[in-house]
Nanobody, 125 residues
Framework: QVQLVESGGGLVQAGGSLRLSCVAS????????MAWFRQAPGKEREFVTA???????SYAGSVKGRFTISRDNAKNTVYLQMNSLKPEDTAVYYC???????????????????WGQGTQVTVSS
């Protein structure tokens, strides 16, 4: 059984930084695509970033240059380092992984099967 557990969210001022963690069980993060999505109130869930099994990454334009995805294979954990945070980054952030291994990184949330419970990130102006 695959379980993804996020942590690290919180309240931060604009310009600040946070690092989110996603600990996976029942799944080896180095063998599957791992992604971060976010959902703000009243908005659809949107792609933030992902890393595929080979280590290739993809970022949404709105976070490119500010956010970095990484993984620690020994801890079976994926991280999202968020710098230069803006109020518009406020959302619930979710870790996700698909059923099978893909080389292509999908940005459509419907292609992901496993989801964490989410962690709230609030950026004040």
């Amino acid at each position: 059984q695959v379980q993804l557990v996020e942590s690290g969210g919180g309240l931060v001022q604009a310009g600040g930084s946070l690092r989110l963690s996603c600990v996976a069980s029942g799944r080896t993060v180095s063998r599957y695509n791992m992604a971060w999505f976010r959902q703000a109130p009243g908005k659809e869930r949107e792609f933030v970033t992902a890393m595929n099994w080979s280590g290739s990454t993809s970022y949404a334009g709105s976070v490119k240059g500010r956010f970095t995805i990484s993984r620690d294979n020994a801890k079976n954990t994926v991280y999202l380092q968020m710098n230069s945070l803006k109020p518009e980054d406020t959302a619930v952030y979710y870790c996700a992984s698909p059923t099978t291994t893909y080389t292509v990184i999908n940005i459509d949330p419907t292609t992901y099967t496993y989801w964490g419970q989410g962690t709230q990130v609030t950026v004040s102006s």
